[in-house]
């Protein structure tokens, strides 16, 4: 059975940090290119960032570059997003996503909420 487990979510204030883990199971992980989503109420999911199967590349949306970083640790079939300097823009729940041809999974999403 395939599985996407987010933890990490919760509140914090301004300038602060969280690190969201994502926890897979039921598939081979290491072949999968992995992607950080977000969803912000009445707006259009984006992704913020993403890595390929072995670390070796990742890519990051404007908005997050320099605050934000992902990595995975194939070993242990997780993936993580490291955020610092949060700000209030970044409250949104975040989805976990791997794909691998035509094979796509999603987590049930973590929520972000980034306010003082």
């Known amino acids: 059975q395939v599985q996407l487990v987010e933890s990490g979510g919760g509140l914090v204030q301004p300038g602060g940090s969280l690190r969201l883990s994502c926890a897979a199971s039921?598939?081979?992980?290491?072949?999968?290119?992995m992607n950080w989503y977000r969803q912000a109420p009445g707006k259009e999911r984006e992704l913020v960032a993403s890595i390929t199967n072995n670390g070796g590349t990742r890519n990051y949306a404007d908005s997050v570059q320099g605050r934000f970083t992902i990595s995975r640790d194939n070993a242990k079939k997780t993936g993580y997003l490291q955020m610092n300097n949060l700000k209030p823009e970044d409250t949104a729940v975040y989805y976990c996503n791997n794909r691998w041809i035509q094979y796509e999974y999603w987590g049930q999403g973590t929520q972000v909420t980034v306010s003082s």
């Open positions: 039921g598939f081979a992980f290491s072949m999968y290119l």
